[in-house]
């Protein structure tokens, strides 16, 4: 090779060398540009919490919203007069300063409510703000407008932060009714009063977050930097809405594409994830207030005899449900009343225990029953509840098993529109049936089975509450218990109070309580703050990942 050539061939490598080391600077640079974006983008993200649900808001309005789905976004975005403390029943104020006083008569509640709060648009809160709110929330004529609308004649600010609420009859639960997270503040500027006149795509309150984006498939919450007291433990929620498909949840959760699912999975699910948990993510489980009980139908035979009532009260073996059919997932009543409430009182437990067959056999002889003339008893469920379902098929098999032939029960369904309907007609003589509260009080566990505005010991319950949940139980005891307990101030009298009416329900056996449910929540490991309330409501602003300090109270 001459000299010209290998000085030209030198020159052409050094020029390929040049280009190399070129792209590899350039490949360098935007491999670590990328890399800088991508952990800007992460630690951006790590501000934020991502939550999984099936529970899709039909609306955001809270004077129209009487759904779980909706409820909890207005939650977290709203604040009422008074709230719960966290995973407790126990109220106590947030907009208001103080629990209200209340006059001699009961009819009156005045409220100091807090100073400084603002709204998200800007617009002041004061006791003219609180008056319109409650007042649109009556008289717009949404879904819950009858929570208020039933009890409050009138409300009016008595001055710049002072509020009285006047009652048209005594209610000691009134402030549980004030804690509902539809009856919070919302911004005069943004709604208005009148007939149908809701806005069901912005929800603008005083919450610890604000409303960012609202659609059918998912919704975002920032972080409400002008909030009056504590700011949440995170920046943002990213709500992921899966629209009733479980499995998209589930599966979602699994694979890390969300933070924390709740709401709702199948028992199937629910248990799966419970069983690998140890290792890949947290299980926070709760006890729940929504009740499941078996409703009788007292003006039906042979139910109209108090031995059958009671022997069917005895043959139920809550702990073979438990087990067999809600995979552990549910908790065994025996009261009507939840077990989160103080005035829980186990009145089936005692007299019936838990699946007593010899107690049954017994009453069941004594109401002129046998085998060659048993009691035969239709249970009634929605065809869409497959869980009530197989819960009537163990009963039946249950009773086949233990009790000889005495009493044969005869599982059926109908669709839930015409179950619902046929209930408070008295089609049915007996019915599986859940109970989701209005509101967090006992009463809310009574009075709406218990109470009945019309009939008599011997034709029943013609008109009222005990009609409309199809067990047309009358009791003038019960009815007088209930009014006491309305007007009763003092916690301990009325704890006493719900304490008779409890024993006057197992006494008389118009229900039968079977399982509370438990809540669960999922959330991965290195998420902290996760809690459950039992009202269902979801506090996002504890929750954070275990690398973020926490300023959430």
């Known amino acids: 090779m001459s000299n010209n050539q290998f000085s030209y061939l030198w020159q052409q490598l050094c020029r390929i060398y040049k280009y190399i080391i070129l792209f590899s600077l350039c490949f360098a640079l935007t491999v670590g540009c990328n890399n800088n974006k991508s952990s800007q983008n992460n630690a951006v993200d790590s501000d934020r919490i991502s939550v999984g649900t099936t529970l899709k808001p039909r609306t955001l309005d ?76 009556i008289e717009n004529g949404g879904k819950p407008a009858f929570l208020l609308g039933d009890v409050i004649s009138k409300v009016e600010a008595t001055g710049e932060y002072e509020l009285k609420i006047s009652l048209k009859q005594p209610f000691a639960a009134f402030p549980a009714l004030l804690a509902f997270p539809g009856a919070c503040a919302v911004s005069p500027q943004a709604y ?14 005083t919450g610890k977050y604000k409303l960012g984006q609202f659609k059918s498939d998912s919704i975002s919450l920032n972080a409400n930097d002008n909030y009056w007291g504590d700011k949440p433990a995170n920046k943002g929620i ?75 009260a005895s043959t139920i073996k809550r702990a073979l449900i438990n087990d067999r059919v809600l995979k552990g997932q549910a908790e065994p009543i025996y009261s009507l009343i939840p077990t989160a409430f103080d005035s829980y009182k186990p009145t089936f437990e005692k007299p019936y225990g838990d699946g007593n067959t010899a107690k049954a056999k017994e009453l069941l002889t004594k109401a002129g029953y046998s085998t060659e003339n048993p009691a035969i008893i239709e249970i009634w469920h929605p065809s869409g509840s497959i869980t009530r379902g197989i819960v009537a098929d163990t009963i039946k098999a249950y009773a086949e098993q233990e009790l000889g032939g005495i009493i044969q029960f005869i599982p059926n369904s109908v669709e839930s529109a015409s179950f619902f309907s046929n209930l408070s007609q008295g089609i049915y003589p007996t019915a ?86 438990k809540d669960y929540v999922f959330a991965q490991n290195g998420i902290d703050g996760v809690a459950i309330n039992p009202s269902q409501n979801f506090p996002f602003w504890t929750i954070k990942r275990n690398n973020q300090p926490s300023s959430a109270s």
Request: contains cysteine; hydrophobic residues 35%.
């Open 62 to 137: 809270p004077a129209d919203n009487y759904e779980l789905a909706g409820l909890n976004i207005i939650y977290n975005v709203g604040e009422s007069l008074y709230t719960y403390k966290l995973g407790t029943t126990e109220i106590e104020p947030l907009l208001a300063t103080a629990m209200p006083q209340i006059s001699g008569d009961s009819l009156i509640y005045t409220i100091t409510l807090r100073q400084g709060v603002i709204f998200h648009d800007g617009a002041k809160f004061n006791a003219e703000a609180m008056v319109f709110s409650l007042q649109r929330f």
């Open 192 to 205: 208005k009063i009148g007939a149908g006149e809701f806005n069901p795509n912005i929800m603008i309150g």
């Open 238 to 312: 990213n709500l992921q809405v899966y629209g009733g498909n479980s499995a998209n949840l589930y599966n979602s959760f699994k694979t890390g594409a969300i933070d924390v699912a709740y709401q709702s999975l199948d028992p199937q699910q629910i248990d799966k994830l419970i069983d690998s948990a140890e290792n890949d993510w947290q299980v926070i489980e709760g006890s729940g207030t929504v009740v499941n009980y078996l409703v009788l139908n007292l003006q039906q035979k042979p139910l109209n005899q108090p031995e059958v009532r009671q022997a069917i």
């Open 432 to 517: 599986l049936v859940d109970w989701y509260p209005d509101f967090l009080d006992p009463d809310n566990y009574i009075q709406p089975f218990l109470s009945c505005s019309k009939g008599s010991p011997n034709v029943g319950c013609q008109e009222g509450a005990a009609q409309s949940r199809g067990s047309f139980y009358y009791s003038d005891r019960a009815n007088q218990l209930i009014e006491q307990s309305r007007q009763e101030q003092d916690p301990t009298k009325r704890e006493a109070i719900f304490g008779e009416l409890q024993e006057l329900l197992a006494q008389d056996v118009p229900y039968i309580p079977l399982w509370q449910t």
